[in-house]
């Protein structure tokens, strides 16, 4: 199913302060309970990595949040992911971030990556299944900016055929080189002395924009 709900962004604008809000968590509730789940079997993910028995918690450097995730390289990047997230979107609450998983029920093939955790969800209940439209222009920036420089290592779930926004999973194979570099270049940033990487980065700059832009055209 390819649906297209009713967007945040739309929803907003016609109403108002915390009743807005409210309500739109009670839209995203209903449309998670309506999902045709079923469970995934394999003893591997999606995205051909191994499912996981348990996974290591880390933290969110910034927001104090903690997400389970496959230690190593996944974890490295997609821990990235959210602290950009948190640094130039929007805070990042408790609970706002899911990442492992050992509950098998899925809507899309996608989510069985959080089984290998492989793939975190941010703010899945505002951003479900389905839904497309939700985020700001200036928050597709920072977005297209962080799969760029990813350098397609992530996928993001809103230009995914049926979308969800908050969903973010490692594209590529575990070991890939491609994987292992780009996390090797964001290990470099986290030892260095501070001024790259997430908290350093200013997604509207214009050769920063150009470069995403062009990354995307040639993802599509």
Do not use: C
């Not at 709900?5 to 968590?25: K, N, P, Y």
């Not at 997400?67 to 929007?90: C, K, M, P, W």
């Amino acid at each position: 199913m390819n649906q297209t709900g009713l967007s945040r962004r739309r929803f907003i604008g016609a109403s108002s302060g915390f009743a807005a809000a409210a309500t739109l968590v009670n839209l995203g509730a209903a449309h998670g309970a309506s999902a045709d789940t079923h469970a995934w079997k394999g003893p591997v993910s999606k995205n051909r990595w191994p499912v996981l028995d348990e996974a290591t918690s880390f933290t969110i450097e910034g927001s104090g949040q903690k997400v389970s995730l496959a230690e190593g390289d996944a974890a490295t990047v997609l821990l990235n992911v959210a602290r950009r997230f948190h640094y130039e979107i929007d805070s990042l609450r408790a609970g706002d971030v899911h990442g492992w998983t050992s509950d098998r029920k899925v809507t899309e093939a996608y989510e069985s990556n959080y089984l290998s955790g492989s793939a975190i969800a941010i703010r899945p209940v505002g951003y479900p299944v389905g839904a497309k439209g939700n985020l700001y222009p200036n928050e597709l920036v920072v977005i297209r900016d962080i799969l760029a420089e990813l350098d397609g290592a992530v996928a993001w779930g809103g230009d995914f055929t049926t979308p969800k926004e908050s969903h973010f999973e490692i594209a590529l194979r575990p070991g890939h080189p491609r994987l292992k570099g780009v996390a090797r270049k964001i290990r470099g940033w986290d030892s260095g002395p501070g001024d790259e990487g997430a908290g350093a980065i200013d997604a509207f700059d214009p050769k920063r924009r150009s470069a995403a832009q062009a990354f995307a055209r040639r993802a599509s």
